[in-house]
């Protein structure tokens, strides 16, 4: 996977969202944040991701959809359950998937993470397809932004707790780790000593 200098990656459908903007001045990706997403809740594949995302989202088609359909959200990433990608904003700009949220002492996540999502659900397994997308992008990601190599990724309820739970417990750290220090095992920087897992 490579990513270009407009910040898109290559492997991804590209679906740019309206939900984006500029980072803030001196503001560069620092932090990976892992989500879960699903519609409706607990229902893999079809279009509503994409549509929520596009501001599209049918308020009538499920009924909690009515709850949402007003929402301005997006992510740079979504992984599908077979570990296809699509890509809504650009890894320079700045995506609105963190909301309210702090990382140690910074506030404001959005303006210094990416957001990937997982199409998932807190409670149900992750695929092996997905574990492996996600140790290959966040490769994709430390090797062209140096600045994420120093720091780590979390899942939104470490930056959101109380408020956000995903990616769940069905989510499995450990093995991202051990997928991603195989993918970087040849890149003289690694996350292998580097903390994976919830904000400290």
Known sequence: MKIDAAG?????????SPNADERPAGCVPELIVVHNISLPPGEFGGPWIDALFDNALPADAHPYFADIAALRVSAHLLI??????????SFLRRAWHAGVSFYGRRARCNDFS???ELEGADEVPYTDA???????VVAALLHTYPTLA???ISGHA???PGRKTDPGPSFDWGRLRRELG???ASQPSSLETSPIGPNQ
């Open 8 to 16: 898109w990656l290559d492997a991804a459908r590209a679906r740019p």
């Open 150 to 152: 120093r720091e780590r």
């Open 114 to 116: 990416i957001g990937i």
């Open 158 to 160: 470490d930056i959101a």
């Open 182 to 184: 195989r993918s970087l």
């Open 130 to 136: 997905q574990y492996a997308c996600l140790a290959a």
């Open 80 to 89: 599908r359950r077979d570990g296809a990608l699509a890509q809504y904003v």
